[in-house]
């Protein structure tokens, strides 16, 4: 079963557009992480935000955190085509080490 | 350069055969997993080991088996009983402490039964 459900599952923008991706987690959670895909690829951690964080940068991502309304958002600013790829969250299923990814959002930028 | 191999990038096998995928890294973590993931669709658990000679089944563990018996290495054999199997496998790697170390991952193997 999945921990998280992110969404849109599809986006398409502009170059130079923001991109907001959205998910959604189901139990307690220590932390939420943000990994990218390119197509045919591994997954590459993007950023880790606690759950005491409310809110964390790196670079022209941001990602905000609301533990009571048990949702994240992955905010890309300025979007270029090299951000093609889908996005996924991802979260320990509680008190275990298993880490739960959601179903992705599929970013397309178009230059 | 540290990192996470799996070979090889793509398997064929004929249905009933056994397969095992390999996963190798050096980054000196303790802990493996081992993903699947359908076209369009998340990653499941199927496998993951905190620790060498120990190792947990995950959300999808029926029709594969693994091993841990050197801290580098984590095959996965995907056996005829998997019903499935044709899928994209990733391999990943993390430090121990519990949710709060990244997942590296492998490139991936590209598995089709026919």
């Known amino acids: 079963s999945q921990q998280g459900e992110e969404d849109p599952q599809a986006l398409s923008i502009q170059e130079g557009e923001n991109a907001t991706m959205n998910c959604s987690y189901k139990?307690?959670?220590?932390?939420l992480q943000w990994y990218r895909q390119n197509s045919g690829r591994g997954l590459v951690h993007l950023i880790l935000?606690?759950?005491?964080?409310r809110e964390k940068h790196s670079g022209r991502l941001r990602v905000t955190l609301d533990t009571s309304k048990k949702s994240s958002s992955l905010l890309i600013t300025a979007s270029r085509a090299a951000d093609t790829a889908s996005y996924f969250c991802a979260t320990y299923r509680y008190n275990t080490d298993k880490l739960i990814f959601g179903t992705g959002t599929r970013l397309q930028v178009f230059p | 350069d540290g990192g996470i191999t799996q070979s090889p990038k793509y398997l064929f096998r004929k249905e009933g055969q056994n397969v095992t995928l390999s996963c190798e890294q050096n980054?000196?973590?303790?802990?493996m997993y081992w993903y699947r993931q359908d076209p369009g669709q998340g990653l499941r658990l199927i496998y993951y080991s905190q620790i060498v000679n120990d190792f947990q089944k995950g959300d999808i563990a029926e029709g594969y088996s693994v091993s841990r018996e050197k801290k580098e290495s984590f095959p996965l054999t995907v056996t005829s009983a998997q019903k499935n199997p044709t899928a994209f496998y990733l391999c990943a790697s993390s430090a121990t402490d519990r949710g709060n170390s990244p997942l590296h991952f492998g490139n991936g193997t590209r598995l089709t039964v026919t």
């Open positions: 935000i606690r759950s005491n964080e």
């Open positions: 139990t307690s959670i220590n932390n």
């Open positions: 980054l000196n973590h303790d802990a």
